[in-house]
């Protein structure tokens, strides 16, 4: 393939992201998002052109399929996010392109897919405020030329997400939680004889529940999937089912960490999928029959073995929180001496989110250097069912708080945590749980560090982007008096214990003047900071990044370790 010379970049150009390419059906042409428009460029190289758009949106998740030769393609405007098709893409004159627009009582449609042999059957997820998609979502069948829906699993309080069409197009693999658990569903191509492929008390791993085009499933024959699960210590499991039979097979020599996005080459027997560990991000090309596998890529800086060996794998720590039982991941360094670690919670973001074992410079940073780091995974986390997922709703800032706190507890219980050297930290809504614990908490940690925290639940209603614009609804309710009870920028003054405060500066989801600067202005205790340039992901950038250790390592020092 010829190079690029494009210079904008390749992104859907959301917060949120998401897939931004897909091949034609012929693998002729690349189809990718920049700028919030659609472009093709022939696979050799050439001219890139850009596609005509629907008038003030966002364009991106591109799906080409050959039976109808349509480009469906996911539509962001202010309000909502639709569904766009474009006729006849390959069209030699593409300004001859015809856009249209999928109507639909939704306000979200993630993943839309026409079907491979079917030019008028298109699939979609969709799901509309206040829910979020994991809170009650849809697969649907679409009929282009009827304007009609068909909903797979009709039930409420449950969350389908996910689909993919065989090869042939004679069916939908699909997950769903309706059974407790996200477990991979199939249904025929109409829609009918749906059924639970796997049922399992083992939620389907998805990495990723926030952007759209993603894959923990993918088809790599007609009758057979490959998925992702979870599995032990934060890792996940690589899983090949036969929809025939039903016969399951884990692929079991293959790396320990986590797989996604998972995509095919179409010859049924390779799978390429992107993997992380707690010492690398890389992209792997794994033979399914023989679970051997070969590196494609790998991101970041080539590390020597001797640090490498220094690196820490997690364990997953179980312990008990308001009779209800949470877990974690675990980094600490064994040690021959029964002498306790400082140690470091890290609330994960989200805060629909969860720990994993993934590649997180922060953990082996600090855990190489004598710290026991320990991710919680709060009441609210993924990965656990649906009735531990949702349990969150009405209560953040109540029970990720209360579950940080036991973790600190048992891992002081259990000998590894000194009690005189904890820590807090986390980001975004991890920043949140920090700032939350600081206030209710007093002396539990000698040192809090929250990173671009959120703290004003107002602002962040009125600021953050398009997918969350209503999250708080179904997180905090739509009570006014209990919003002012648990924004912490309305009780910084509470916070006795040293703070470190790392933000972005021209962070937009969550403004600096909003949310960092009361804290900064008002908590009561020792108080340092920092403001980086940069938007919410401002540690993205390696130099923000070193610092960022640096100083925290320097203020962890000066204020856990010293006796």
């Given at each position: ?66 039976s109808n030769d349509t480009l469906v393609f996911c539509s962001e405007s202010k309000t909502s996010i639709g569904v766009g098709l474009i006729r006849n893409p390959l069209q030699s004159d593409i300004s001859q392109c015809r856009v249209e627009s999928i109507e639909s009582k939704e306000i979200f449609h993630y993943d839309p897919a026409c079907s491979p042999t079917n030019p008028d059957s298109l699939i979609l ?439």
């Amino acid at each position: 393939m010829a190079p690029l010379t494009h210079r904008t970049p390749i992104s859907t150009g959301t917060e949120y992201g998401g897939a931004a390419t897909c091949w034609s059906a012929s693998s002729d042409y690349i189809f990718f998002a920049s700028n919030g428009k659609l472009h093709r460029v022939k696979s050799d190289g050439g001219l890139i052109e850009e596609f005509p758009s629907i008038e003030a949106t966002k364009c991106y998740s591109p799906q080409h399929s050959a039976s109808n030769d349509t480009l469906v393609f996911c539509s962001e405007s202010k309000t909502s996010i639709g569904v766009g098709l474009i006729r006849n893409p390959l069209q030699s004159d593409i300004s001859q392109c015809r856009v249209e627009s999928i109507e639909s009582k939704e306000i979200f449609h993630y993943d839309p897919a026409c079907s491979p042999t079917n030019p008028d059957s298109l699939i979609l997820t969709c799901w509309s405020p206040p829910n979020m998609a994991w809170d009650d979502s849809f697969v649907r069948l679409y009929s282009i030329k009827d304007g009609t829906f068909r909903t797979l699993i009709p039930t409420e309080d449950q969350s389908s997400a996910f689909p993919k069409w065989s090869p042939d197009g004679k069916h939908i693999a699909f997950v769903s939680d309706v059974s407790g658990h996200y477990n991979l569903h199939l249904c025929d191509a109409d829609g009918n004889n749906v059924r639970n492929l796997h049922p399992s008390q083992v939620d389907v791993a998805l990495p990723n529940l926030w952007g759209t085009g993603t894959s923990s499933l993918l088809w790599i024959t007609n009758d057979r999937i490959v998925f992702t699960t979870v599995g032990e210590n934060g890792n996940f499991d690589l899983n090949v089912i036969d929809i025939s039979s039903g016969k399951l097979r884990k692929l079991t020599d293959v790396p320990k960490g986590i797989f996604y996005d998972l995509r095919s080459t179409m010859d049924g027997i390779h799978v390429i999928a992107h993997f992380s560990n707690q010492a690398m991000r890389q992209i792997l090309l794994i033979n399914v029959d023989t679970c051997s596998h070969k590196i494609l890529l790998t991101s970041g800086m080539k590390m020597s073995e001797e640090v490498l060996s220094r690196f820490v794998a997690p364990k997953k720590l179980r312990y008990m929180s308001e009779g209800v039982e949470c877990n974690g991941l675990l980094y600490v360094q064994d040690k021959e001496s029964k002498e306790r670690h400082p140690l470091l919670i890290f609330a994960h973001g989200g805060p629909t989110g969860g720990a994993a074992n993934r590649w997180y410079p922060i953990t082996q940073y600090f855990a190489s250097r004598g710290w026991a780091v320990f991710f919680p995974n709060y009441r609210g986390s993924i990965h656990s069912g649906r009735k531990y997922r949702q349990s969150l709703k009405g209560n953040w800032g109540l029970h990720d708080v209360e579950d940080c706190k036991a973790a600190v507890e048992h891992l002081i219980a259990l000998g590894i945590a000194d009690p005189k050297a904890c820590v807090m930290s986390g980001g975004s809504a991890g920043g949140w749980t920090t700032l939350s614990i600081l206030i209710k908490y007093p002396g539990l940690f000698q040192a809090g560090i929250p990173l671009c925290a959120v703290s004003n639940l107002g602002a962040f209603d009125v600021n953050t982007h398009l997918l969350e614009m209503h999250y708080n609804q179904t997180l905090i309710g739509t009570d006014t008096k209990i919003y002012s009870e648990r924004s912490p920028h309305l009780k910084a003054s509470q916070i006795v214990d040293p703070i470190l405060i790392l933000h972005g500066k021209d962070d937009t989801v969550v403004p600096l003047l909003e949310h960092a600067i009361p804290i900064q202005e008002n908590a009561k205790g020792i108080v340092e900071f920092k403001y980086y340039d940069g938007d919410h992901m401002f540690d993205d950038d390696p130099e923000n990044a070193r610092d960022i250790f640096q100083r925290m390592e320097a203020f962890m020092n000066k204020y856990a370790l010293a006796k």
